[in-house]
């Protein structure tokens, strides 16, 4: 029976991307709840249910713990804002900014969040003391990293490719000549034309990435990757950055 369960749960969650197959519980722990609506039970006590048999779904079907916490939060903390008095204005704004910045990472499972001004910092300290060393940031999201590097060493040839058009639209604005932005994905990059290849990803998509390194990079080029390893992969050196999420950098010499 457990063997059972395990390959349903399996076969769930390779089908679905998480996002999806979390949204998908999200809803189906209404159907058990919404009958004791009609009997008239208090809808806190509902929503406060719903919450719970969505977060145990989950569980059940082996989505991350984060995912179980967010349908665990996400109907009361809805029902809450929705009583709040904010105009829903807002969170429909808020929802389209997040849909144009990061609906692509539905599919490959990574979001938007930016590198630091210490990685910045410690990325600058690595780079090849010789003019010309050619940088890209694969996934280079709204350019932060790119506009930094590009601050403190004007004489590299900064890269970065990105697949949200509105990051790569502001990328692109933000550095104008300073740098190359292409829009496309990253495995469309040949990454032996560089001699630094930064990533900032997720986990999801490390053990390709790895193997493309591999495939492409040079024999004496970097290869950083902040916060996120590459399974099985002991990194060359790790750099804590003790910034606000307290991420580090993973570096290999390839
Ligand atoms: C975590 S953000 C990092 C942003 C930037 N590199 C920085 O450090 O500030 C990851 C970015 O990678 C982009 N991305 C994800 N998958 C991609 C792919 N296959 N090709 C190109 N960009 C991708 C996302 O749209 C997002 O903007």
């Excluded at 004489?155 to 949200?164: N, P, Y």
Aim: proline letters at 6%; hydrophobic letters at 55%; a positive charge.
């Amino acid at each position: 029976m457990n063997d059972a369960n395990n390959l349903l749960n399996l076969s769930f969650r390779r089908a679905l991307p998480p996002a999806v197959l979390a949204l998908l519980l999200l809803l189906s722990a209404w159907l058990p709840v919404l009958p004791l609506l009609a009997l008239g039970w208090p809808l806190p006590l509902l929503v406060a249910i719903q919450g719970i048999l969505a977060a145990l779904l989950s569980r059940w079907l082996g989505l991350p713990g984060w995912w179980q916490l967010i349908n665990l939060l996400f109907c009361p903390l809805a029902w809450l804002a929705a009583d709040s008095g904010i105009d829903r204005r807002w969170f429909l704004a808020g929802f389209a900014l997040l849909a144009i910045t990061s609906l692509g990472s539905l599919k490959t499972r990574v979001p938007l969040y930016l590198s630091s001004r210490r990685a910045v910092e410690e990325i600058a300290k690595r780079l090849p003391e010789r003019p010309d060393v050619r940088v890209v940031d694969l996934g280079c999201g709204l350019g932060g990293l790119l506009m930094g590097l590009a601050a403190t060493r004007a004489d590299c040839r900064l890269s970065g490719v990105e697949m949200a058009p509105l990051n790569w639209l502001v990328s692109r604005l933000r550095l104008g000549r300073k740098a190359n932005i292409r829009l496309g994905s990253l495995w469309r990059e040949d990454l032996a034309g560089y001699d630094v290849v930064y990533a900032y990803l997720s986990p999801a998509p490390m053990a390709r990435l790895w193997d493309k390194v591999r495939r492409e990079m040079r024999p004496g080029s970097l290869f950083i990757s902040n916060s996120f390893a590459v399974p099985g992969v002991a990194a060359d050196e790790t750099v804590a950055l003790h910034d606000l999420t307290d991420s580090r950098l993973l570096i290999w010499r390839i």
